[in-house]
Nanobody
Framework: QLQLVESGGGLVQPGGSLRLSCAASGFTFDDYTIGWFRQAPGKEREGVACSLSGASPGYADFVKGRFAVSRDNRKNMVYLQMNSLQPEDTAIYYC???????????????WGQGTQVTVSS
């Protein structure tokens, strides 16, 4: 069964950090890009970062230098380390599967249920 499951969200103060995890199952993990997206209330879903084995990760401009994506192919896991979080980073964060790194969510065919990240004092 194709499945992606996110975890690690929560409430954090501005300037704080969180690490999100995405657990994949039901497909050949090494062959796919895993992307991170986020959606804030009233806003469109936007790409955050993506990871493909053997390639450099991709980042949206608004997270460069603050977020870092990594993957462990032995465990079928992808992680999103988020530092220097700001209130505008508040959103539901999703991981999703695609063949290639892209910021276009229509390129992704399997999605997790999302995990809430709230940045507030």
């Amino acid at each position: 069964q194709l499945q992606l499951v996110e975890s690690g969200g929560g409430l954090v103060q501005p300037g704080g950090s969180l690490r999100l995890s995405c657990a994949a199952s039901g497909f050949t993990f090494d062959d796919y890009t895993i992307g991170w997206f986020r959606q804030a209330p009233g806003k469109e879903r936007e790409g955050v970062a993506c990871s493909l084995s053997g390639a450099s990760p991709g980042y949206a401009d608004f997270v460069k230098g603050r977020f870092a994506v990594s993957r462990d192919n032995r465990k079928n896991m992808v992680y999103l380390q988020m530092n220097s979080l700001q209130p505008e980073d508040t959103a539901i964060y999703y991981c999703a599967r695609a063949r290639y790194c892209s910021g276009d969510y229509s390129e992704y065919d399997v999605w997790g249920q999302g995990t809430q990240v709230t940045v507030s004092s």
